[in-house]
């Protein structure tokens, strides 16, 4: 495998280490990083010599420097795992300065900023991928053989569950901003609508039962599977010695994933540096499904609705 030079946007944040790793394991170089933060030491376990900025006009200046500098040099991919807001900026840097771009999810908050990304890979002859590690996860994958070699034609019944408590700190953060995160159904549930829309189709209807801003729910009709969907941040939605709780369920019997998770990232990377990464496209589906979540009034408690709401109602 090619080694390649990268950048990489947002070191303090709690996925940057996953990115950290899968560029280290990967045998790649970082050569810059940029956090308005200075509390990085995460950096010194794994690229203790990388260039490091707490101004983005000081990291702009040294990635057009290192790419003058020539090919050895030139940054290849940068790796954003900054703000959900910023993610549309920071792609469109990366392109502009020639190089790919690696974002987390989601990729953008609103399916229009994908559009515009996608002409401006055309005009830079850059490519954008973003992780979507649930789809590399080997009890995901094996899930989607069987629903695919099943090709049945009655859709199936989902129950999708997670709770993770989050701190006051959460509230006061990025992340408790809808506008800058996307709320609850965009920062903690994106993935799993990503998963299973990959395994039972796009959705075909959106309806949102319960929204608060800790927690919510609803029901996202696929093309063959509805899925009641329940999110939570609140410690008080877990039964007493539970930090976390997830659960998926199909026709009734628990789809077991909770192991598996550790690599996922450096899985993510090796495929995008093999030219096998998932790209603007395949992210969309996921993306118009939690933008229409929080755009959408809810409905109540009517009609047929996640379990677990009937602890709230």
Not at 214 to 243: H, P, T
Not at 272 to 286: K, T, V
């Amino acid at each position: 495998m090619k080694k390649n030079n990268f950048a990489l946007i947002g070191a303090g944040g709690f996925v940057a280490p996953r990115h950290l790793r899968a560029i280290r394991d990967n045998d790649q170089n970082l050569l810059a990083i940029l956090d308005p933060n200075d509390s990085v030491g995460i950096i010194d376990s794994y690229f203790p010599d990388a260039s490091f900025f707490t101004e983005y006009e000081r990291f702009d200046r040294h990635i057009e420097k290192l790419r003058r500098e020539g090919d050895h040099k030139q940054i290849e991919y940068v790796s954003i795992c900054s703000p959900n807001y910023l993610h549309d900026a920071h792609i469109r840097f990366a392109l502009r300065a020639d190089a790919h771009a690696i974002c987390e999810k989601p990729l953008v908050l609103n399916p229009w900023n994908a559009d515009a990304l996608i002409s401006l890979e055309k005009e830079t002859g850059r490519e954008v991928y973003t992780i979507l590690q649930l789809r590399l996860h080997p009890q995901i994958i094996e899930l989607k053989k069987k629903i695919d070699a099943a090709k049945s034609k009655k859709k199936y019944d989902i129950v999708l569950t997670y709770i993770t408590p989050r701190g006051k700190w959460y509230h006061y953060s990025w992340k408790g901003d809808m506008l800058k995160s996307g709320g609850i159904a965009t920062n903690i549930g994106v993935h799993f609508f990503d998963m299973l829309s990959w395994i039972f189709g796009k959705p075909v209807s959106n309806i949102l039962h319960y929204y608060k801003e800790d927690k919510a729910a609803g029901l996202i009709e696929l093309e063959n599977a509805n899925v009641q969907w329940f999110l939570s941040i609140d410690k008080n939605d877990l039964k007493e010695g539970d930090k976390t709780f997830r659960s998926i369920t199909l026709n009734g019997e628990e789809i077991e994933f909770s192991e598996g998770f550790t690599d996922l990232h450096t899985k993510s990377y090796t495929e995008i540096l093999n030219g096998n990464g998932f790209r603007i496209n395949e992210a969309l589906p996921s993306i118009e499904a939690v933008y229409e979540i929080r755009s959408a009034a809810p409905v109540g408690l009517t009609g047929d609705y996640h379990p677990f709401l009937k602890k709230i109602k």
